[in-house]
């Protein structure tokens, strides 16, 4: 049976960004070593380098394990379609005239949108959107306002 409502945040992405919620933290979820997986061969070239320079990142960031094969490679997948089809656009226009005259959109354009919105929600799942961004606290010196206001309150300073 589905879950309805939102889909729960990986851990992981929780721990990085503060866990902003102050909810318990799933302490059974499965814990796959933080290690990359190996970029499968059957990636196209432009899909194997946004592997390479994204892959570094979200190992580093402890979001990619093995077992996230097959998504982050579809994530890469789709990056390497969706620029093919905005380069295709870019060199060669989004219209065409028909023999009838009449202007029509080239394919490209729904290839491109297609793969934007499916490497979106690849996004959101790694957490690689500004949004997500925006509510990660990085680095040991960081202060999380509500903490720092506790302090304050319970007279710790």
């Given at each position: 049976m589905a879950q309805r409502g939102r889909k729960p945040k990986p851990t992981a992405l929780k721990e990085f960004e503060g866990n902003p919620g102050r909810r318990p933290l799933n302490e059974n979820e499965p814990k796959p070593e933080r290690k990359a997986p190996r970029c499968p061969a059957w990636l196209e070239a432009e899909a194997k380098k946004e592997w390479?320079?994204?892959?570094?990142?979200?190992?580093?960031?402890?979001?990619?394990?093995?077992?996230?094969?097959?998504?982050?490679?579809?994530?890469?997948?789709?990056?390497?379609?969706?620029?093919?089809?905005?380069?295709?656009?870019?060199?060669?226009?989004?219209?065409?005239?028909?023999?009838?005259?009449?202007?029509?959109?080239?394919?490209?354009?729904?290839?491109?949108?297609?793969?934007?919105k499916?490497?979106?929600?690849?996004?959101?799942?790694?957490?690689?959107?500004?949004?997500?961004?925006?509510?990660?606290?990085?680095?040991?010196g960081a202060v999380d306002p509500a903490d720092e206001m506790e302090r304050l309150l319970g007279g710790e300073d």
């Open positions: 390479r320079r994204m892959g570094k990142i979200l190992e580093q960031m402890g979001l990619l394990t093995e077992m996230d094969m097959a998504a982050f490679a579809g994530y890469c997948q789709a990056y390497a379609r969706w620029k093919e089809a905005e380069e295709f656009i870019t060199q060669h226009g989004a219209m065409v005239r028909t023999p009838n005259g009449y202007l029509q959109q080239v394919p490209q354009v729904s290839i491109a949108q297609t793969n934007m499916i490497m979106l929600r690849f996004c959101e799942q790694f957490g690689l959107t500004p949004s997500a961004r925006s509510r990660i606290i990085a680095g040991e």
